[in-house]
């Protein structure tokens, strides 16, 4: 039984770690279509930042997948949130 136990904590970790290599492709894609546009071309809000973080995209997303204990579904929901 342990042993079932710990195959599943295996494909959920290996599920979760697929859901974040995933979304970094995704947001890396839209930040360089974001960096393409044109100084001026869309009205800044006070949510964004005038320089890119310390940490890349990939590295924020890894950090969250090894620190928050829930579910590869709600890491999803999450990181999607995040990229709007």
Do not use: W
């Not at 295996?10 to 360089?32: C, F, K, P, Y």
């Not at 928050?68 to 999450?78: M, N, R």
């Amino acid at each position: 039984m342990a042993v079932m136990l710990d195959d599943t904590a295996d494909s959920n970790d290996e599920r979760g770690r697929a859901i974040v290599q995933t979304l970094a492709v995704v947001v890396e894609s839209m930040v360089h279509a974001s960096d393409r546009m044109p100084l001026g071309y869309y009205h800044k809000t006070k949510f964004e930042a005038f320089r890119a973080p310390g940490i890349s995209v990939r590295d924020y997303l890894v950090r969250i997948h090894k620190y928050a204990s829930c579910s590869p579904a709600l890491k999803l929901k999450i990181n999607a949130t995040f990229v709007k």
